[in-house]
């Protein structure tokens, strides 16, 4: 029941060596050729069955012979009614599903050129949407992911090293901070320990030198620190400028600092000898009569060691300068209301040296002077009078003008006249109303 079409010559590609003939059409019932794309399965059985007793073999496009349609699916041979031989059946045939047709890739072989569809082995579609991605495309896609961890790892990277050299630079600062306070913690004990012995010992001559201009306990950074200030301070003594670095300066040095001060390696030392026959020498020491009578020589004093205060400590604390300035200026003020010798003076040298005994370097100990300790000074008494010399530098003394003019009401006061008040307790000269301060002679009278 082979048609014709199957006795063909076999295409040059299909079994070149076996010259068998293609399988691409069956005997249909009513005896005509039928592709076998438009068979029904029993009819491919049949005309399989029908291949292989006249070739021996099935064909290459059903290897298996009728085991290869058992799984096609297509059960329509009988659900089939025979309405006899005509173009129903034909018709019946064509509007078939092509999902039950065979699954074969040399199928579309049996259609026209024109309306064969392109065999795709990989079983995907031949569709643009559907096309895998280029291998460009996937090979950026996968590329620009480990680019951007790379990137987020040197970027955290950078932020520790960072964070390392901000570690190390505050514990560096810490480290300065600490050597500075031991260093300093140091000077104090040894100053503590010199003092100690100092109190339980006599020292001798030489100990006594070395202890007082502190020479003993410098370093050499130290020492150099010194010769710099030194430079700036050509008049003062060294061992002064040492005893401020250290915080045992006397303020009754203080006339030595300026100028015009008398170093006291010019007073000579005083030997003293005890009553059990030990003989010790005292050093010579200022005193308060190195001071004069005025605040003049006080003031150049503690100027000069304010300067070596802000040159020693001014760095490290640099509110201290202006907290000796407000002590000077408070102490200037209260001289110009109280005498200066037996209550201002004595009120600065005694604080002077309770700073220098709590610190020197404590600004907050330096102004204001508390009212309780200036009320020890200053009392009431010691209030500066109207016959009494002005303590003030260039503030004008108050007499009359000649000691010929007597003192009785036939004459005029010249200081009333010139500057509209007399001071003088003791004048009984006419005081008029006078002209402005610095004329040459009256203007108004009476």
């Not at 047709?101 to 259609?111: E, I, M």
């Not at 503690?302 to 020693?312: E, K, P, T």
């Not at 300790?373 to 009392?379: G, H």
């Not at 000649?402 to 003791?426: I, M």
Request: with cysteine; net charge positive.
């Amino acid at each position: 029941m082979v048609s014709a079409s199957s006795s063909r010559a076999p295409r040059a590609s299909q079994n070149p060596t076996l010259g068998l003939p293609r399988f691409t059409h069956v005997a249909g019932r009513d005896g005509g050729s039928i592709p076998i794309g438009k068979a029904s399965k029993q009819e491919l059985i049949t005309g399989l069955e029908q291949y292989s007793r006249k070739h021996g073999e099935y064909p290459d496009n059903y290897p298996g012979g009728p085991q290869d349609l058992s799984d096609s699916g297509d059960e329509s041979s009988g659900d089939e009614v025979d309405t006899g031989p005509g173009p129903k059946t034909r018709a019946r045939a064509t509007n078939r599903p092509t999902s039950s047709t065979h699954p074969s890739p040399n199928v579309p072989d049996s259609q026209p050129p024109s309306k064969r569809r392109r065999y795709n082995p990989s079983g995907h579609s031949n569709d643009s949407d559907s096309r895998l991605p280029t291998p460009a495309h996937t090979k950026g896609h996968l590329t620009s992911r480990p680019l951007l961890q790379q990137q987020y790892q040197v970027s955290q990277q950078l932020l520790e090293e960072e964070f390392q050299r901000e570690r190390e630079r505050k514990e560096e600062l810490h480290q300065l901070e600490v050597q500075e306070r031991r260093a300093r913690l140091q000077r104090e004990a040894a100053a503590d320990e010199r003092a100690a012995a100092a109190a339980a010992q006599p020292p001798s001559r030489t100990a006594v030198a070395n202890d007082e201009d502190g020479e003993a306990t410098l370093t050499g950074e130290e020492r150099s620190f010194i010769n710099n200030i030194l430079a700036a301070h050509i008049a003062v003594p060294e061992k002064y400028i040492i005893q401020i670095f250290q915080s045992s300066f006397n303020p009754l040095n203080l006339p030595k600092l300026h100028r015009n001060g008398i170093d006291l390696a010019d007073k000579p030392d005083e030997v003293q000898l005890s009553l059990t026959g030990q003989m010790s020498i005292k050093k010579a020491r200022g005193s308060v009569k190195d001071f004069g009578r005025s605040p003049t020589i006080w003031l150049d004093g503690f100027m000069v060691y304010s300067d070596i205060i802000h040159q020693l400590f001014g760095l490290k604390f640099p509110a201290l300068p202006s907290a000796l300035l407000r002590f000077c200026r408070q102490i200037m003020d209260l001289s110009k209301i109280y005498v200066w010798n037996d209550a201002v003076l004595l009120l600065a040298l005694r604080y002077h040296q309770h700073v220098m005994r709590s610190g020197q370097t404590n600004h907050e100990q330096w102004s204001p002077i508390p009212d309780n300790v200036v009320y020890q000074y200053c009392r009431p008494d010691k209030v500066l009078t109207s016959n009494t010399t002005p303590q003030v530098p260039g503030f004008r003394k108050e007499f009359p003008r000649t000691s010929k003019d007597p003192n009785d009401n036939t004459v005029l006061c010249l200081n009333f006249r010139k500057y509209g008040e007399c001071r003088f307790t003791g004048c009984k000269r006419r005081h008029e109303k006078t002209t402005q301060p610095g004329a040459s002679g009256p203007q108004a009278s009476r």
